[in-house]
């Protein structure tokens, strides 16, 4: 924990490099001090089928969706929030002729119904 799930448009994938993106938004999240680093697992995913909107006209978006272990502060959760969108921003060259959305959301794991075992650890 936590999981970082990055879903997008297929029409964005030559203006966002996933895994780019996936290591700066890990070096965000490690920088809040909340979580361990080595615990951080992110994964981005380029739909190729979707749909945005009711006008038929070509639109795109990206979005981040982080899950965590219940309990943390609703101001943590704020800043994590923006830290996050701010990645998002500065690192997605949306096309200028599309309609782009960016939408983060957090989703609290509820700490009983959550599992992890490490298999293997070199270190």
């Known amino acids: 924990m936590p999981h970082l799930v990055l879903d997008f448009s297929?029409?964005?994938r030559?203006?966002?490099?996933?895994h780019a993106v996936l290591a700066a938004l890990?070096?965000?999240l490690d920088a809040v001090g909340e979580f361990v680093s080595e615990d951080?697992?992110?994964?981005a995913r380029a739909l190729e089928t979707f749909v945005v909107g009711v006008r038929g006209r070509e639109e795109a978006f990206v979005h981040l969706e982080l899950?965590?272990?219940?309990g943390r502060s609703p101001e943590l959760k704020r800043d994590v929030l923006e830290r996050l969108l701010g990645v998002l921003r500065e690192r997605l060259a949306a096309p200028p002729d599309i309609?782009?959305?960016?939408t983060v959301r957090i989703v609290d794991i509820?700490?009983?119904g959550y599992?992890?075992?490490v298999v293997s650890d070199p270190d």
């Open 40 to 43: 951080i697992k992110s994964r």
């Open 26 to 28: 890990n070096r965000e």
């Open 14 to 18: 030559d203006g966002l490099d996933a």
């Open 10 to 12: 297929a029409n964005l």
């Open 110 to 112: 509820d700490r009983h």
């Open 115 to 117: 599992a992890k075992e």
């Open 67 to 70: 899950a965590i272990l219940a």
């Open 99 to 102: 309609r782009t959305q960016i």
